[in-house]
């Protein structure tokens, strides 16, 4: 375990629904990231949260939307999604989003299915 | 810009040997390296880091890398693969100019028995 848990592990919606992703950091870290991962592709950063202020918005569509209400909680709140955005959604962790030797924790994703 | 390349998508070798994941990359500043291993079904763990200091790094479950600057490589190696290492293997790069990690599009390590 690396201590950064995403809930659900699953996920099936259509394009139409609204539904979130919940990530939770037990590691006292500072910064929390979004990123995508589909086949074939590299990691795609999407978001940036560093003590708890948004630092980083890779022009991802709207249709994505994080909170992050505290250093612990990191959510991503999806509505109308399109088939192309089915993929794996890792959230990471480190401790400080301004330390660049600061390597990352992950959590072990959301598999996500768009319909 | 930063960028990293891992040349293979598919590395195979034999339980036992020794094996090699390369990776090459390209920053502004001072580089920091990074190497992640993603199993199925599971997020990436964090293997080793270069910041400075010895080119050669040693990291989790007997793997080290090093660290070559004048060809801007960090390849990823182990004196003697396990079948258990067979998982998919990612560089990452970040510079001193605080710059967020960008990552390689990963190599497939087999490791047969």
């Known amino acids: 375990e690396t201590g950064v848990t995403q809930t659900p592990r699953h996920l099936v919606m259509g394009m139409t629904n609204k539904k979130s992703l919940k990530c939770e950091q037990h590691l006292g870290h500072n910064a929390m990231y979004w990123y995508k991962q589909s086949a074939k592709k590299p990691l795609e950063l999407m978001f940036v949260?560093?003590?708890?202020?948004?630092?980083e918005n890779n022009s991802v569509p709207s249709r994505f939307s994080p909170e992050c209400p505290n250093s612990s909680h990191l959510f991503l709140h999806l509505h109308t999604l399109q088939p192309e955005d089915s993929a794996l959604y890792l959230c990471?962790?480190?401790?400080?989003?301004?330390?660049?030797?600061?390597?990352?924790?992950f959590g072990p994703g959301t598999r996500l299915t768009v319909l | 810009a930063q960028s990293v390349a891992q040349p293979e998508d598919q590395v195979n070798v034999a339980e036992g040997n020794p094996l090699t994941v390369k990776c090459t990359y390209s920053?502004?500043?001072?580089?920091?390296l990074f190497w992640y291993v993603q199993y199925p079904n599971r997020g990436l763990q964090f293997l080793l880091k270069?910041?400075?200091?010895?080119?050669l790094v040693k990291g989790s479950y007997g793997f080290e890398a090093e660290f070559n600057k004048s060809q801007t490589s960090f390849h990823l190696k182990k004196p003697s693969a396990l079948v258990s290492d067979s998982a998919l293997y990612f560089c990452a790069v970040r510079d001193n100019y605080g710059q967020n990690f960008v990552f390689g599009p990963g190599t497939r390590l087999s490791v047969l028995p």
């Open positions: 990471a962790s480190s401790q400080d989003g301004t330390g660049v030797t600061n390597e990352q924790f």
């Open positions: 920053v502004s500043g001072n580089p920091y």
């Open positions: 270069y910041i400075t200091g010895d080119n």
């Open positions: 949260y560093s003590l708890e202020e948004r630092v």
